[in-house]
């Protein structure tokens, strides 16, 4: 299985809005609805943010946002501040019965 | 409220295997998947496998020929055994739960903090 698709780097300044886009294939992301999203701040574990292509745990802030189209997921982060500065993953269930992850993006908040 | 930690026995060295436990408080393993996920230092994830409480067991195709996790369910503990170690093993690895379908719920919700191995001669 190939990893997942990320680009390497988005950019924005606060109350700006972003998208991470997270390309797969028919046989992960365009086979389920069971993408999820991760941040990971540096020297910590990841934490889940999106789950189910769009719905968010309880206690994650709903300027984050998730969507899908095809094999292409998307994260969104509107009202962008100096706090979500940080890595950012996708990850999806696939027809094997694994997981596989993006590449990451770094976000980086001008 | 459910908590890993990983642990293990420190450095290893080229050709060896390493092994790291995960332990589970606040919570039983039962009824879930658990998983391995690592990340060489200044790169993205990784994920390795997972186990279902059952012993069942799903890797990662382009590990499964070094991978084997396991479950002890008397000690709430999964483990993992990754054999013939070079440098390019050398990362954090963390260890997480994995409800999966018999909860609906397919992402990995509780991490551990992680442990950082290092495969140097």
């Known amino acids: 299985q190939s990893a997942l698709t990320q680009p390497a780097s988005v950019s924005g300044s606060p109350e700006q809005s972003i998208t991470i886009s997270c390309t797969g294939t028919?046989?992960?992301?365009?086979?389920?609805?069971?993408v999820s999203w991760y941040q990971q701040h540096p020297g910590k574990a990841p934490k889940i943010i999106v789950y189910d292509v769009s719905n968010r745990p309880s206690g994650v802030s709903n300027r984050f946002s998730g969507s899908k189209s095809g094999n292409t997921a998307s994260l969104t982060i509107s009202g962008l501040q100096a706090e979500d500065e940080a890595d950012y993953y996708c990850?999806?269930?696939?027809?094997?019965?694994?997981?596989?992850f993006g590449g990451g993006t770094k976000l980086t908040v001008l | 409220q459910v908590q890993l930690q990983e642990s293990g026995p420190g450095p290893v060295k080229p050709s060896e295997t390493l092994s790291l436990t995960c332990t589970v408080s606040?919570?039983?393993?039962?009824?879930?998947?658990w998983s391995w996920i690592r990340q060489p230092p200044g790169k993205g994830l990784e994920w390795i496998g997972y186990i279902y409480y059952t012993g069942t067991t799903y890797y990662n195709p382009s590990l499964k020929s070094r991978v084997t996790i396991s479950g002890d369910t008397s000690k709430n503990q999964f483990s993992l055994h990754l054999s013939s170690v070079t440098a390019a093993d050398t990362a954090v690895y963390y260890c997480?739960?994995?409800?999966?379908?018999?909860?609906?719920?397919?992402?990995?919700?509780?991490w551990g903090k992680g442990t950082t191995v290092t495969v140097s001669s």
């Open positions: 606040g919570g039983s393993i039962s009824s879930y998947f």
């Open positions: 028919d046989s992960d992301i365009g086979a389920y609805n069971y």
């Open positions: 990850t999806s269930y696939t027809t094997s019965s694994t997981l596989v």
């Open positions: 997480a739960r994995f409800p999966g379908g018999n909860w609906g719920y397919y992402y990995l919700d509780v």
